[in-house]
């Protein structure tokens, strides 16, 4: 069985982590981690884009080779990772041996089948984007379009990629949906750059950047780091398996890898649409990756904005997650992680550029992780302590699930076990499967509620009163049921949150989210 693959785009390492990348990379983490409780299984890659002009210019700022910088800051951005819990299964550095041998083996490939050819041109460049431009692209005063910066001139003898041999087929592909872009305006957007006749041929070598993978045919020139970057997709796998793969074809390499390729899901910012959507399905075409092998599904994010601008290290407007992590860390049980990945999808329909203040996280924080979450499991459970039933003496079948409102006021213990119904885990799952967390974190929110209206329908105190045990009990069992699922389905949104919650259901006298001191 082939699991899950997901993927974050590699960071480059011109700095630390911020909450743009949190964000690409919580994505990916609570897919890999449903698809590990709920399917198959999951292979999620995260890692470091570290060739190229713009980390060799950062490496040099610092007084230090490439080398040692990119050594240093990966380290940095492994360990974020991995302190924020986040469950990658491998972590790809592009000066790893196994993707370098893997580029050198592509850009041979290519050469050998006169996909790429050698050819002088001049042109402009933004190094802060690692990217061509068009004048047409430029903002005012000349300024690259995402980037405070003006592009420099580049002339070059450089290899140009025949992309317009591949353009027709990668089109195809995405209108007949093989190749699915998600939302529709990226999708649409993708679609316009294949018909745009100023998409054409592009380098991918460069002549004057030494900080690269060498191409094995020509001493003068190293990969253009976005070839290399692109790459990273398959040598991740390859590294992870610790495959050496140079007496090996492409097919045979694909084939020790089936288990886990073709990408399920690239997970990538808008600014980054080209190369994913055009750039990479045309060089697996070119090197004859069949149809079926090629990526199944990207997924486009917006921006985190910060001052109305997209939140970016060049710009200098970041704000890094570890800041609002500590604050609620200060107030729960070390929760603040758990908050904000909460808070972040949540708030942002995947597609939808937006930002985040502290004011806004706490106003999320109390109106449902406070008055929902919290209010919830306290007052199931403080029920349940004042009524003397235990959540194991009341055999708890794990996997049911209520229909509220349906069940009849005077209905008969069997009558609303029978009741019991899986539509909102289905309704759950079936959100995730098509990547909505947004729209599973609503029905979670609405599970919630509906456990609140039935409290209030059936007014369990009365029948306490009136020793209507039976039928108190069979409430009760719904109701601790029903916390329980709700812990499965937070699980991958809200891991560490999701062990406090069975510890409160095992009985222990914890608070999950206090309600913030005014
Ligand atoms: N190295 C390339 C990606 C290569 S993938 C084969 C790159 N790196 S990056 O570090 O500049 O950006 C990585 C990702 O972070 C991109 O998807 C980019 O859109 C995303 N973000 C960077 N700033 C962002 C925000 N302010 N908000 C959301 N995501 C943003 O591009």
Redesign the pocket.
């Known amino acids: 069985m082939k699991s899950f693959f997901v993927t974050?785009?590699?960071?480059?390492l011109n700095g630390e982590p911020?909450?743009?990348?949190y964000?690409?990379t919580t994505i990916a983490d609570v897919l890999a981690r449903y698809n590990r409780k709920f399917a198959d299984g999951a292979f999620f890659l995260t890692g470091t884009?570290e060739h190229g002009q713009k980390v060799a210019e950062a490496a040099k700022k610092n007084n230090v080779t490439p080398q040692e910088y990119t050594d240093t800051l990966s380290k940095v951005w492994e360990n974020t990772w991995k302190d924020l819990g986040i469950s990658y299964d491998y972590f790809i550095r592009t000066t790893n041996p196994t993707h370098k041998a893997l580029c050198q083996l592509v850009i041979q490939k290519l050469r050998d089948s006169d996909d790429i050819y050698p050819q002088k041109y001049e042109a402009l460049y933004c190094v802060g984007a690692?990217s061509f431009v068009t004048q047409s692209e430029l903002r005012e005063g000349g300024l690259c379009p995402d980037h405070d910066e003006k592009p420099q001139i580049v002339l070059e003898k450089n290899y140009f990629f025949r992309l317009s041999n591949y353009k027709a087929k990668v089109l195809e592909l995405i209108e007949n949906n093989t190749i699915q872009i998600s939302p529709e305006s990226r999708r649409n957007e993708a679609i316009e750059l294949l018909k745009n006749p100023e998409v054409g041929d592009f380098s991918v070598t460069r002549e004057k950047v030494s900080w690269g993978i060498p191409v094995p045919f020509d001493t003068e020139q190293t990969l253009y780091v976005?070839i290399d970057?692109?790459f990273?997709?398959m040598s991740g796998i390859l590294a992870k398996k610790d495959i050496d793969i140079n007496s090996l074809s492409l097919d045979e390499i694909l084939d020790t890898i089936k288990d886990i390729w073709p990408p399920d899901l690239h997970i990538?910012?808008?600014?980054?649409l080209k190369?994913?959507a055009v750039y990479w399905p045309a060089f697996l075409l070119a090197l004859g990756v069949p149809e079926e092998n090629l990526p199944k599904k990207i997924l486009v994010?917006?921006?985190?904005?910060?001052d109305g601008r997209?939140?970016?290290k060049s710009i200098g407007n970041v704000i890094v997650p570890q800041d609002i992590i500590e604050y609620f860390n200060g107030i729960t049980d070390g929760l603040g992680n758990d908050i904000l990945r909460y808070v972040i999808l949540r708030e942002m329909r995947i597609g939808n550029d937006g930002d985040i203040t502290k004011e806004k996280i706490i106003g999320i924080y109390e109106s449902e992780l406070v008055n929902k979450f919290g209010n919830t499991f306290s007052r199931v459970l403080g029920m349940a302590k004042k009524y003397g039933m235990k959540f194991r003496d009341l055999d708890i079948h794990h996997g049911g699930r209520h229909n509220p409102l349906q069940v009849d006021e005077d209905a008969s213990v069997n009558e609303v076990e029978i009741n019991f119904d899986l539509d909102s885990i289905k309704r759950y799952q079936s959100w995730m499967i098509n990547y909505q967390i947004y729209e599973a974190i609503h029905t979670i929110n609405r599970m919630l509620l509906s456990i609140g209206q039935e409290i209030e329908f059936y007014k369990p105190w009365e029948l306490y009163k009136n020793g209507n045990t039976e039928k108190l009990e069979a409430l009760m069992r719904n109701w601790l049921e029903s916390l329980h699922q709700i812990v499965d389905v937070i699980d991958p949104i809200m891991p560490s949150t999701a062990k406090l919650m069975e510890r409160l259901l095992a009985g222990e006298n914890i608070h999950i989210f206090p309600r913030l001191e005014k």
């Open positions: 974050t785009p590699i960071y480059y911020h909450l743009g990348h964000y690409a884009d690692e976005w970057a692109l990273n997709y990538i910012g808008k600014d980054i190369f994913h994010t917006g921006f985190f904005l910060s997209k939140m970016s």
